[in-house]
């Protein structure tokens, strides 16, 4: 099954736009876990120096506007793509990921589609500017962007033949952290859990690990014991408060391969095949009923009403959202 989510990529404090970009661009065009570069693929920039042309972006978007961003800025989004085990290829998961973030951005923003290959689950890392291509404005991310993306996604992985969650938002009023299994969203240890758990590669020294942890966006500091701070959090979490399989012993018995941990599972919820995913109802069957009525008045009218329910399986926020950042579309 396919489960997407998507986050803001905030200007680090006392770190530049391009050295901020570079860490977390760095983290998704990991060669350790991408296959050396084999799996990874960009549009509007070249994935070697994709930081310095957002950043550029960035630079070029507040000479034309005059609005200069401050330390916490948004200045590009991530997307993450995770697939059932055993059932996508890298190639199939990199198409995948592409087509998502054109159809999200419409290719109006630069942006890096990198597959991972290290886990059980394969997985995609997509990074794209916040800054658009005519560097004159940035995207908005309003709370239904998840909702969005992920319909996207499924519809995609629909499409391949790929397995997709049904019905994801279960009953009004529950949360996607409660659908997962959760008791609530995923807090701060739980991402710095996952970055900690995707930084890991068995016969990786710990420094090099406290490297791959930071390019990540993690801050790191020392005392009695490490702290560590998530990108986008508030505070430092310390090591002992993450758990047995996350204390420094247990990450150098697990750098070293002596230990084991198995993947934290996220996704309870049943997995259906792509025949049973649900088909909007309002849709009408022409074939069917030119059958009964004959006549070129009503295919046209049915034409034109089914594109217009097409149009809107991806609701109408999707339509206010890509064309002006918050301005109505004309289908």
Not at 266 to 279: G, N, T, Y
Request: charged share 25%.
């Amino acid at each position: 099954m396919a489960t997407t989510w998507i986050k803001p990529i905030h200007k680090a404090k006392g770190r530049s736009v391009a050295a901020t970009l570079a860490d977390r661009i760095g983290y998704a065009d990991n060669p350790d876990k991408n296959m050396n570069h084999e799996y990874v693929k960009s549009y509007g920039c070249d994935y070697y120096t994709a930081a310095n042309e957002f950043a550029l972006s960035k630079e070029i978007y507040e000479q034309q506007t005059g609005r200069r961003g401050q330390s916490g800025d948004i200045i590009a989004y991530h997307v993450r793509q995770s697939f059932k085990p055993g059932e996508i290829t890298p190639q199939m998961a990199l198409e995948v990921g592409y087509a998502l973030m054109e159809k999200f951005t419409h290719n109006r923003h630069q942006f890096v589609v990198s597959v991972h290959t290290d886990k059980q689950h394969i997985h995609c890392h997509c990074i794209f500017n916040a800054v658009n291509m005519d560097c004159d404005r940035k995207f908005r991310n309003p709370m239904r962007s998840m909702k969005i993306v992920r319909k996207i996604s499924d519809l995609l992985c629909a499409e391949r033949g790929l397995s997709v969650i049904e019905n994801p938002s279960m009953s009004k009023g529950q949360n996607y952290g409660k659908w997962l299994g959760d008791k609530k969203q995923p807090t701060g240890r739980d991402q710095l859990r996952e970055l900690m758990d995707d930084s890991l590669i068995i016969g990786r020294s710990l420094a090099d690990y406290f490297t791959a942890l930071r390019r990540a966006g993690v801050e790191i500091k020392s005392g009695k014991q490490f702290s560590f701070k998530p990108p986008g959090a508030k505070r430092f979490f310390r090591q002992d408060s993450l758990g047995d399989d996350y204390s420094e012993e247990a990450i150098r018995e697990r750098l070293m391969g002596k230990r084991i941990v198995q993947p934290r599972q996220k996704i309870v919820a049943v997995v259906m095949p792509v025949l049973a995913i649900r088909v909007p109802k309002l849709l009408i069957d022409i074939e069917a009923k030119l059958k009964q009525a004959h006549s070129p008045g009503f295919e046209h009218f049915a034409r034109i009403y089914n594109l217009k329910e097409e149009y809107a399986i991806l609701g109408k926020e999707k339509r206010g959202l890509y064309n002006g950042y918050g301005n109505p579309q004309t289908p």
